[in-house]
């Protein structure tokens, strides 16, 4: 995957295809975020393939001021492989409010693929109300019930702000 624009105002994010070889039919997901730089309309091309065989997305923008809040550390997260029954250590997670206001309550909520194999902790985030350029830290931990991969997206939402997404993912080997 790949995305091109000038200026640069968008990204992958919550990539869970990352360094995954699909058999036939199957499927993965990654979101593309708009973070513009400047005001007005920005275009972009998302490029998805394996060098063989790819395909190609036109993506739009238009950029109005607002305030947001934005993960700054990390976009995902990979626990990598954990027996079956066994629970990681917290990955740790940061939302900042880069905006000149107020942002809240912050809520969290994992969806996605297989959120009930991770679990919210420490989380010194929900109904926070996030002043301007400060932040709040929650943990994610990675309990696989079964063999393979598993994934999850973590909604960060506030008002105003929108929602960010964030992935996690692991894989679940026999013990």
Request: proline letters at 5%; a negative charge; one cysteine or more.
């Amino acid at each position: 995957r790949s995305i091109t624009s000038t200026p640069a105002q968008f990204a992958i994010s919550a990539d869970l295809c990352e360094g995954i070889a699909l058999d036939p039919g199957a499927s993965c997901t990654f979101q593309v975020r708009f973070m513009p730089v400047t005001q007005g309309n920005a275009v972009a091309t998302v490029v998805v393939g394996d060098g063989a065989v790819s395909a190609t997305k036109q993506l739009g923008g238009q950029t109005i001021i607002i305030d947001e809040i934005n993960i700054t550390s990390p976009n995902n997260h990979d626990f990598g492989s954990v027996s079956i029954g066994s629970t990681t250590a917290s990955s740790s997670f940061t939302v900042t409010n880069v905006g000149g206001m107020t942002h809240g309550p912050i809520a969290l909520t994992l969806a996605g693929a297989n959120p009930a194999a991770f679990t919210l902790v420490n989380d010194n985030c929900t109904d926070t109300q996030l002043a301007a350029n400060t932040s709040c830290t929650f943990g994610v931990t990675f309990s696989p019930s079964a063999s393979g991969i598993a994934s999850t997206n973590i909604q960060i939402s506030s008002s105003p702000g929108g929602i960010n997404v964030v992935g996690a993912r692991g894989t679940g080997i026999d013990p």
